[in-house]
């Protein structure tokens, strides 16, 4: 297993990385903001369900075939593209209520746990250029000396997923309570869902052009 030094070097800087602006943590904050603190917790724990697909994909040796093979990696782009169009859609038609606040749906009830937990999992695990990072960034802190590699590489993606459940969370945290201030009022909310669904569209196109 890894040393404790390389345990912890590994740590803050998976914090450091959770910390960069990205499609991940941009999702969580606008979530959050738009639909509270208990949504924003459940998307980040979805999230950290798909690191640890592409965790067990590392070790597998999985991660290596979309990192080569041009076809399946521009299949899961676009699968994540459009889901990511999928949800510009939805928040753009969202409806604001009487009460000031936002509901998630158009002309349905809030999004159940399952499925809001289920929109961090499919954000993350369609987004090849993550498999592909931890391809690149997980075996720099292994070494074949300290034991098993498939056993240091699953340890060191649950050290990830521990410092972005971290990260992620007080993002989620913050984030709801800022948008707090914006379901006091009809016309912010509209504004936020239409800027929700703005960035949505953004990452949409990032990752539709995204090289390997």
Known sequence: MP?????????AASVLLALVPGPDNVFVLLHSA????????LVVLGLCTGLLGHTTAVALGLAAVFAASA?????????GAGYLVWLAWQAWRAPVSALGEATSEASSPRLSAAQT??????????NPKVAIFFLAFLPQF???A??????????????????TLLTFGTVAVFAASF??????SLR???????IASLVFVGLALKLATAQR
Request: positive net charge; contains cysteine; charged residues 15%.
């Open 3 to 11: 040393t404790f030094d390389t345990t912890l070097a590994f740590f």
């Open 34 to 41: 738009v639909h509270g603190r208990r949504a924003g917790m």
């Open 71 to 79: 076809t399946a990696f521009t299949v899961l782009k676009l699968c």
């Open 117 to 126: 937990y289920g929109r961090g999992v499919l954000m993350n695990i369609t």
């Open 142 to 144: 292994t070494n074949p």
């Open 146 to 163: 300290q034991g098993s590699m498939v056993g240091q590489i699953l340890l060191l993606g649950g050290i990830f997923m521990l410092a």
């Open 179 to 184: 948008g707090m201030a914006f379901k006091r």
């Open 188 to 194: 912010a909310q509209r504004w936020l869902n239409r």
